[in-house]
Protein backbone atom coordinates (compact mmCIF):
# COMPACT_ATOMS: atom_id res chain seq x y z
CA UNK A 1 0.00 0.00 0.00
CA UNK A 2 0.84 3.77 -0.60
CA UNK A 3 0.22 5.30 2.80
CA UNK A 4 1.04 9.01 1.73
CA UNK A 5 -1.40 8.52 -1.74
CA UNK A 6 -4.32 6.96 0.50
CA UNK A 7 -4.00 9.60 2.80
CA UNK A 8 -3.92 12.40 0.32
CA UNK A 9 -7.18 10.18 -1.30
CA UNK A 10 -8.97 10.43 2.14
CA UNK A 11 -9.19 14.37 1.96
CA UNK A 12 -12.19 13.81 -0.81
CA UNK A 13 -14.26 12.22 2.32
CA UNK A 14 -13.09 14.99 5.05
CA UNK A 15 -15.49 17.55 3.97
CA UNK A 16 -18.78 15.72 6.32
CA UNK A 17 -20.69 19.04 7.65
CA UNK A 18 -19.60 22.86 7.78
CA UNK A 19 -17.63 24.60 10.18
CA UNK A 20 -19.53 28.11 9.55
CA UNK A 21 -23.11 28.95 9.05
CA UNK A 22 -24.70 28.85 5.96
CA UNK A 23 -27.09 31.27 5.11
CA UNK A 24 -29.20 30.86 2.43
CA UNK A 25 -31.08 33.71 1.06
CA UNK A 26 -33.88 34.93 -1.51
CA UNK A 27 -36.28 38.00 -2.36
CA UNK A 28 -38.17 36.77 1.16
CA UNK A 29 -35.49 36.22 3.50
CA UNK A 30 -35.23 37.73 6.55
CA UNK A 31 -31.84 37.19 8.32
CA UNK A 32 -29.76 39.17 11.00
CA UNK A 33 -27.64 41.78 9.61
CA UNK A 34 -24.26 41.20 9.70
CA UNK A 35 -23.01 44.60 9.78
CA UNK A 36 -19.37 45.94 7.90
CA UNK A 37 -18.33 42.55 6.06
CA UNK A 38 -15.20 41.27 4.06
CA UNK A 39 -16.46 39.28 1.56
CA UNK A 40 -15.70 36.98 -1.67
CA UNK A 41 -18.01 36.37 -4.17
CA UNK A 42 -17.79 33.47 -6.65
CA UNK A 43 -19.70 30.25 -7.96
CA UNK A 44 -16.45 28.69 -6.50
CA UNK A 45 -17.08 24.98 -8.47
CA UNK A 46 -14.50 22.55 -7.56
CA UNK A 47 -13.58 24.92 -4.82
CA UNK A 48 -10.19 24.20 -6.16
CA UNK A 49 -6.66 25.42 -5.10
CA UNK A 50 -7.07 29.01 -6.64
CA UNK A 51 -10.27 29.69 -5.26
CA UNK A 52 -8.36 28.62 -2.03
CA UNK A 53 -5.76 31.13 -2.57
CA UNK A 54 -7.83 34.01 -3.17
CA UNK A 55 -10.31 32.79 0.31
CA UNK A 56 -7.43 32.26 2.41
CA UNK A 57 -6.08 36.16 1.94
CA UNK A 58 -10.46 37.09 2.31
CA UNK A 59 -10.13 35.38 5.63
CA UNK A 60 -6.87 36.62 6.84
CA UNK A 61 -7.80 40.19 5.48
CA UNK A 62 -11.17 40.21 7.70
CA UNK A 63 -9.45 38.87 10.93
CA UNK A 64 -6.35 41.36 10.50
CA UNK A 65 -9.77 44.37 10.37
CA UNK A 66 -11.66 42.63 13.25
CA UNK A 67 -14.66 42.36 10.60
CA UNK A 68 -16.55 39.21 9.86
CA UNK A 69 -15.37 37.00 6.88
CA UNK A 70 -18.20 36.24 4.59
CA UNK A 71 -18.29 33.71 1.41
CA UNK A 72 -21.00 34.73 -1.03
CA UNK A 73 -21.93 31.99 -3.37
CA UNK A 74 -25.40 30.97 -5.07
CA UNK A 75 -26.97 28.06 -4.50
CA UNK A 76 -26.75 26.61 -7.92
CA UNK A 77 -23.73 26.73 -10.11
CA UNK A 78 -25.05 29.82 -12.67
CA UNK A 79 -24.21 27.23 -15.77
CA UNK A 80 -27.16 25.37 -14.56
CA UNK A 81 -29.33 28.36 -15.60
CA UNK A 82 -27.28 29.14 -18.58
CA UNK A 83 -26.95 25.83 -20.46
CA UNK A 84 -28.36 22.82 -20.93
CA UNK A 85 -28.55 20.19 -18.68
CA UNK A 86 -26.11 17.55 -20.71
CA UNK A 87 -23.65 20.76 -21.18
CA UNK A 88 -23.03 21.31 -17.72
CA UNK A 89 -19.89 19.52 -16.07
CA UNK A 90 -19.95 20.07 -12.33
CA UNK A 91 -16.94 19.46 -10.33
CA UNK A 92 -18.80 19.21 -7.20
CA UNK A 93 -22.27 18.95 -6.33
CA UNK A 94 -24.52 22.03 -5.20
CA UNK A 95 -24.22 20.38 -1.14
CA UNK A 96 -20.96 20.00 -1.25
CA UNK A 97 -19.42 22.97 -2.62
CA UNK A 98 -21.15 24.78 0.30
CA UNK A 99 -19.75 22.08 2.87
CA UNK A 100 -16.44 22.57 1.60
CA UNK A 101 -16.52 25.98 1.79
CA UNK A 102 -17.98 26.07 5.35
CA UNK A 103 -14.40 24.48 6.19
CA UNK A 104 -12.20 27.13 5.22
CA UNK A 105 -12.62 29.26 8.32
CA UNK A 106 -14.66 31.95 7.06
CA UNK A 107 -17.49 33.58 9.85
CA UNK A 108 -20.36 32.76 7.12
CA UNK A 109 -21.44 31.34 3.90
CA UNK A 110 -24.16 33.26 2.46
CA UNK A 111 -25.82 31.42 -0.20
CA UNK A 112 -27.68 33.89 -2.57
CA UNK A 113 -30.56 32.30 -4.59
CA UNK A 114 -29.65 32.49 -8.48
CA UNK A 115 -32.53 33.28 -10.61
CA UNK A 116 -32.66 34.57 -13.87
CA UNK A 117 -33.87 38.20 -12.44
CA UNK A 118 -30.77 37.80 -10.48
CA UNK A 119 -28.53 37.49 -13.53
CA UNK A 120 -29.99 41.18 -15.03
CA UNK A 121 -28.95 42.74 -11.93
CA UNK A 122 -25.74 45.86 -12.31
CA UNK A 123 -23.14 45.07 -10.33
CA UNK A 124 -24.28 48.09 -8.31
CA UNK A 125 -27.88 46.75 -7.50
CA UNK A 126 -26.30 43.65 -6.39
CA UNK A 127 -23.62 45.20 -4.23
CA UNK A 128 -26.57 47.47 -2.67
CA UNK A 129 -30.01 46.77 -3.17
CA UNK A 130 -28.99 42.79 -2.83
CA UNK A 131 -26.48 42.49 -0.50
CA UNK A 132 -26.43 45.41 0.97
CA UNK A 133 -30.20 44.13 3.07
CA UNK A 134 -27.97 41.82 4.60
CA UNK A 135 -24.23 43.39 5.20
CA UNK A 136 -22.52 46.43 4.42
CA UNK A 137 -19.32 45.88 1.89
CA UNK A 138 -16.20 46.93 3.54
CA UNK A 139 -13.96 44.78 1.34
CA UNK A 140 -13.77 42.83 -1.45
CA UNK A 141 -11.79 39.68 -2.62
CA UNK A 142 -11.62 38.37 -5.52
CA UNK A 143 -9.82 37.45 -8.98
CA UNK A 144 -8.72 39.79 -11.51
CA UNK A 145 -10.57 38.07 -14.05
CA UNK A 146 -14.02 38.36 -11.83
CA UNK A 147 -16.70 39.89 -14.08
CA UNK A 148 -20.80 40.48 -12.63
CA UNK A 149 -23.78 41.78 -14.47
CA UNK A 150 -25.60 41.48 -16.96
CA UNK A 151 -23.79 38.93 -19.02
CA UNK A 152 -20.72 39.10 -17.19
CA UNK A 153 -20.08 42.52 -18.82
CA UNK A 154 -18.79 44.38 -15.83
CA UNK A 155 -14.75 43.85 -15.38
CA UNK A 156 -12.93 44.73 -12.58
CA UNK A 157 -11.94 48.03 -13.33
CA UNK A 158 -15.69 48.83 -12.99
CA UNK A 159 -16.04 47.37 -9.77
CA UNK A 160 -12.76 49.16 -7.96
CA UNK A 161 -14.34 52.44 -9.20
CA UNK A 162 -18.36 51.39 -7.62
CA UNK A 163 -15.88 50.67 -4.70
CA UNK A 164 -13.74 54.07 -3.99
CA UNK A 165 -16.67 56.15 -4.21
CA UNK A 166 -18.15 53.96 -1.21
CA UNK A 167 -15.30 53.36 1.36
CA UNK A 168 -15.28 49.56 -0.11
CA UNK A 169 -11.73 48.53 -0.58
CA UNK A 170 -11.61 45.80 -3.89
CA UNK A 171 -8.97 43.53 -3.94
CA UNK A 172 -7.94 42.07 -7.24
CA UNK A 173 -5.52 38.91 -6.75
CA UNK A 174 -3.41 37.77 -9.85
CA UNK A 175 -4.46 34.08 -10.51
CA UNK A 176 -3.02 31.05 -8.73
CA UNK A 177 -0.42 28.96 -11.37
CA UNK A 178 0.35 25.45 -11.40
CA UNK A 179 3.52 24.35 -13.94
CA UNK A 180 2.97 27.94 -15.76
CA UNK A 181 -0.83 27.83 -16.37
CA UNK A 182 -3.59 29.47 -14.28
CA UNK A 183 -5.56 26.96 -11.59
CA UNK A 184 -8.91 26.94 -12.98
CA UNK A 185 -11.83 24.90 -13.10
CA UNK A 186 -12.27 24.69 -16.91
CA UNK A 187 -8.16 23.76 -16.82
CA UNK A 188 -9.63 20.90 -14.26
CA UNK A 189 -12.34 19.96 -16.55
CA UNK A 190 -9.91 19.41 -19.41
CA UNK A 191 -7.35 17.38 -17.15
CA UNK A 192 -10.20 15.23 -17.10
CA UNK A 193 -11.42 14.42 -19.88
CA UNK A 194 -7.78 13.99 -20.73
CA UNK A 195 -7.22 10.97 -18.78
CA UNK A 196 -4.75 13.68 -17.16
CA UNK A 197 -5.98 12.64 -13.42
CA UNK A 198 -2.60 13.50 -11.87
CA UNK A 199 -2.92 16.96 -12.90
CA UNK A 200 -6.38 17.56 -12.21
CA UNK A 201 -6.71 16.34 -8.23
CA UNK A 202 -3.17 18.35 -8.20
CA UNK A 203 -5.30 20.95 -8.96
CA UNK A 204 -8.28 20.32 -6.78
CA UNK A 205 -6.16 19.72 -3.69
CA UNK A 206 -7.58 15.89 -3.27
CA UNK A 207 -8.74 13.51 -5.50
CA UNK A 208 -11.81 13.82 -8.10
CA UNK A 209 -14.67 12.75 -6.28
CA UNK A 210 -18.43 12.19 -7.58
CA UNK A 211 -22.05 11.23 -6.31
CA UNK A 212 -24.28 8.48 -7.71
CA UNK A 213 -26.94 5.79 -6.60
CA UNK A 214 -26.46 1.86 -7.27
CA UNK A 215 -28.35 0.45 -10.07
CA UNK A 216 -29.02 -2.56 -11.92
CA UNK A 217 -26.32 -3.35 -14.44
CA UNK A 218 -25.89 -6.08 -16.71
CA UNK A 219 -24.70 -8.90 -14.02
CA UNK A 220 -21.41 -10.10 -16.03
CA UNK A 221 -19.10 -9.36 -13.67
CA UNK A 222 -20.44 -11.69 -11.36
CA UNK A 223 -20.59 -14.75 -13.78
CA UNK A 224 -16.90 -13.81 -14.18
CA UNK A 225 -16.13 -14.22 -10.14
CA UNK A 226 -15.83 -10.34 -10.24
CA UNK A 227 -19.25 -9.06 -9.13
CA UNK A 228 -19.46 -5.17 -9.69
CA UNK A 229 -21.69 -2.09 -8.26
CA UNK A 230 -22.98 0.11 -11.35
CA UNK A 231 -23.29 3.76 -10.50
CA UNK A 232 -25.87 6.14 -11.96
CA UNK A 233 -24.16 9.69 -11.72
CA UNK A 234 -26.16 12.64 -9.98
CA UNK A 235 -26.67 14.84 -13.04
CA UNK A 236 -24.59 17.32 -14.05
CA UNK A 237 -21.11 15.46 -12.83
CA UNK A 238 -18.45 15.51 -14.83
CA UNK A 239 -17.38 11.82 -16.32
CA UNK A 240 -13.89 11.59 -16.81
CA UNK A 241 -11.84 10.15 -19.79
CA UNK A 242 -13.07 6.49 -20.50
CA UNK A 243 -10.50 4.37 -18.72
CA UNK A 244 -9.57 2.04 -15.67
CA UNK A 245 -8.70 3.95 -12.55
CA UNK A 246 -8.21 2.99 -8.62
CA UNK A 247 -10.22 4.70 -6.21
CA UNK A 248 -11.88 4.71 -3.07
CA UNK A 249 -15.46 4.41 -2.71
CA UNK A 250 -17.72 5.78 0.54
CA UNK A 251 -20.27 3.41 0.97
CA UNK A 252 -22.42 4.52 4.20
CA UNK A 253 -19.88 5.20 6.50
CA UNK A 254 -17.14 3.39 5.12
CA UNK A 255 -14.75 3.92 2.78
CA UNK A 256 -13.38 0.73 0.58
CA UNK A 257 -10.70 0.64 -2.10
CA UNK A 258 -12.31 0.22 -5.61
CA UNK A 259 -10.89 -0.66 -9.50
CA UNK A 260 -13.17 1.77 -11.34
CA UNK A 261 -14.33 1.22 -15.20
CA UNK A 262 -15.60 4.57 -16.67
CA UNK A 263 -17.12 3.93 -20.17
CA UNK A 264 -18.65 1.10 -22.23
CA UNK A 265 -16.44 -1.70 -22.52
CA UNK A 266 -15.81 -2.16 -25.89
CA UNK A 267 -16.66 -6.27 -25.41
CA UNK A 268 -19.96 -4.76 -24.13
CA UNK A 269 -21.24 -2.98 -26.83
CA UNK A 270 -23.91 -4.07 -27.81
CA UNK A 271 -25.53 -5.20 -24.57
CA UNK A 272 -28.36 -3.58 -22.99
CA UNK A 273 -28.26 -2.01 -19.35
CA UNK A 274 -24.65 -0.37 -19.68
CA UNK A 275 -23.31 1.64 -16.95
CA UNK A 276 -20.47 4.26 -17.59
CA UNK A 277 -19.23 4.11 -14.22
CA UNK A 278 -18.78 0.45 -12.45
CA UNK A 279 -16.81 -0.45 -9.17
CA UNK A 280 -15.17 -3.81 -8.14
CA UNK A 281 -15.18 -2.42 -4.43
CA UNK A 282 -12.37 -4.41 -2.52
CA UNK A 283 -13.37 -6.31 0.88
CA UNK A 284 -17.11 -6.13 0.27
CA UNK A 285 -19.65 -8.33 -1.20
CA UNK A 286 -23.24 -6.55 0.54
CA UNK A 287 -25.79 -5.82 -1.39
CA UNK A 288 -26.22 -1.92 -1.83
CA UNK A 289 -28.72 -1.87 -4.88
CA UNK A 290 -30.44 1.96 -4.06
CA UNK A 291 -27.62 3.47 -1.80
CA UNK A 292 -25.78 6.35 -2.18
CA UNK A 293 -22.68 6.32 -3.00
CA UNK A 294 -19.44 9.01 -3.07
CA UNK A 295 -16.52 7.74 -5.42
CA UNK A 296 -12.75 9.48 -5.52
CA UNK A 297 -10.78 8.71 -8.43
CA UNK A 298 -7.23 8.11 -7.16
CA UNK A 299 -5.22 6.79 -9.90
CA UNK A 300 -5.16 6.23 -13.66
CA UNK A 301 -4.18 3.06 -14.39
CA UNK A 302 -5.32 2.04 -18.86
CA UNK A 303 -7.34 3.41 -21.18
CA UNK A 304 -10.63 0.76 -22.32
CA UNK A 305 -9.80 -2.07 -24.66
CA UNK A 306 -11.07 -4.69 -26.45
CA UNK A 307 -10.84 -8.29 -24.96
CA UNK A 308 -10.35 -11.52 -27.43
CA UNK A 309 -11.86 -14.22 -25.42
CA UNK A 310 -13.33 -14.11 -21.44
CA UNK A 311 -9.89 -15.43 -20.36
CA UNK A 312 -8.21 -12.12 -21.24
CA UNK A 313 -10.75 -10.37 -19.82
CA UNK A 314 -10.37 -11.67 -16.62
CA UNK A 315 -6.36 -12.13 -16.75
CA UNK A 316 -6.75 -7.75 -17.34
CA UNK A 317 -9.52 -7.18 -14.88
CA UNK A 318 -7.72 -9.20 -12.20
CA UNK A 319 -4.24 -7.21 -12.92
CA UNK A 320 -6.49 -4.09 -12.34
CA UNK A 321 -7.27 -5.40 -9.10
CA UNK A 322 -3.82 -6.02 -7.82
CA UNK A 323 -2.51 -2.35 -8.87
CA UNK A 324 -5.87 -1.08 -7.01
CA UNK A 325 -4.64 -3.42 -4.10
CA UNK A 326 -1.27 -2.60 -4.53
CA UNK A 327 -1.96 1.62 -4.27
CA UNK A 328 -4.82 1.60 -1.71
CA UNK A 329 -5.05 -1.93 0.04
CA UNK A 330 -7.72 -4.62 -0.27
CA UNK A 331 -10.15 -3.55 3.08
CA UNK A 332 -11.84 -0.73 4.80
CA UNK A 333 -9.41 2.58 5.28
CA UNK A 334 -10.15 4.56 8.72
CA UNK A 335 -11.27 8.28 8.06
CA UNK A 336 -8.77 9.87 10.14
Known amino acids: MNQELIDHALKAFSFTKGLSPIVFMNDE???EYIGDAVVSIGAFDGVHLGHQFILEHMIESAHKANLPAVIVTFNVD???YFRNSDQVMKLVSNRTRHVMLANLGA?????????PELAQLS???FFEDYLGRFMSLRQIHVGNDFKLGKARSEDINTIKAWGEARSCEVFAYDLLTKSGEVV???????ALLDARLDEANSLLGRPYTVIGTVIHGRGAGRTFGLPTANISLDQGFLFPADGVYAGLVQVDEEIYPTAINVGIPPTFQDEEKLARLELYILGFDDDIYGHIVKVAFVNYIRPLVTFENKEELIRIITQDIEITKDL???HALDLM
Request: hydrophobic residues 25%; proline residues 4%.
Open 78 to 80: PDE
Open 107 to 115: DYIVSVKFT
Open 123 to 125: HKE
Open 328 to 330: LGA
Open 29 to 31: SKH
Open 184 to 190: SSSRIRE
